[in-house]
């Protein structure tokens, strides 16, 4: 394996991990607040398709971006509504959003584009396209760092740098703020929050909005500037997939850019080396496919009983009177 073939797979894995580490932080923020979100697919389905359509009707995806996250913040609201508000269960009221979600955009786009289910192709501004970083065509010919920085770091859309930006801000939110510690708390012991004098609903809402904007991110990444538009199921458990890279990070930012860097390396390989020959055994290219679904499942056998999730997920809060 040459240096160019080993920049295209992380070039391809830094594409590939964006919506991964946005949705995984997204859900970070919701459960350290103690609200388990299984409705992270659901979030990025419906803002892809808003996004989509936003940006091919407008020419802007920028806008379409706005509309992303707007659409993904009603269904965090809802949400909210069910777990916070009237103490409903969280993983029957996320799974309902994500079947929410996947019947209404196709439904919706079907009817607004006649197309079976997607919206038109995007193109020109409608798109987010590659920006490229200073010194980049200066520096492609000084060996080994001008590759690197040329095609492995610069070259990447403004969502990209977005979702990286998010990792060290998440951090000091999380670790460095009166915020921060009280959204963690509120996910331990929201009791002792609560008397405190602070409000455990205004901070869990606050966690589910922030989860919202996120997941709203990472839907507008996925259909304005991984592809260019809306089909159906688009997201193809990559909200499934953040969770479990949660869980085997343990709920802590950087360990969530590691986990959701190695799901984006799994898939840049399975779609890069497809029916590969080992000796005379071919690897179909289902199970190259299915690698990043295969370790999922690792991680959430062999991990789930070893991370500790916040003590107080998933459980709703009922003040004491």
């Not at 391809?12 to 607040?33: D, K, N, Q, W």
């Not at 959701?260 to 497809?274: D, P």
């Not at 991680?299 to 003590?311: D, E, N, S, T, W």
Request: positive net charge; charged residues 10%; contains cysteine.
């Amino acid at each position: 394996m040459d240096y160019l073939t080993i920049l295209q797979i992380l070039d391809s894995t830094i594409r590939l991990a964006t919506p991964l580490l946005l949705a995984c932080l997204a859900g970070l923020f919701s459960e350290r607040a103690g609200i388990f979100d299984i409705g992270l697919e659901g979030k990025m389905l419906m803002a892809a398709f808003l996004s989509a359509a936003v940006a091919y009707v407008s020419g802007s995806a920028w806008l379409g971006l706005l509309a992303g996250i707007a659409a993904s913040m009603a269904l965090s609201i809802l949400h909210g509504l069910a777990s916070i508000t009237f103490r409903g269960n969280q993983l029957i009221s996320g799974v309902a959003i994500n079947f929410l979600a996947a019947g209404l955009t196709v439904l919706i786009a079907q009817d607004w584009f006649r197309q079976g289910g997607r919206t038109p192709s995007l193109a020109g501004n409608a798109r987010f396209e590659p920006i490229t970083l200073p010194f980049a065509e200066t520096l492609q010919s000084v060996p080994v760092l001008g590759p690197l920085y040329h095609d492995l770091i610069s070259g990447h859309t403004a969502l990209v740098y977005l979702a990286f930006a998010c990792v060290p801000a998440t951090w000091w939110v999380l670790y460095r703020t009166r915020f921060g510690l009280r959204l963690r708390a509120v996910g331990e012991n929201p009791a002792a929050v609560d008397t405190a004098g602070v409000s455990v609903v205004g901070l869990r809402y606050a966690a589910v909005v922030i989860c919202g904007i996120l997941c709203g991110i990472a839907g507008a990444y996925l259909a304005t500037a991984l592809q260019a538009g809306f089909v159906k199921d688009m997201t193809a458990g990559r909200g499934y997939i953040a969770l479990a890279a949660l869980i085997f990070a343990k709920w802590r930012p950087w360990y969530a850019l590691s986990a959701t860097l190695l799901f984006g390396l799994l898939q840049a390989v399975a779609l890069r080396y497809q029916n590969i020959d080992l000796g005379g055994v071919i690897i179909p290219v289902q199970v190259m496919d299915a690698l990043p679904y295969i370790l999922t499942v690792v991680i959430l056998a062999g991990f789930v009983g070893k991370a500790i999730p916040p003590r107080a997920g998933g459980e709703p809060y009922v003040k004491e009177r």
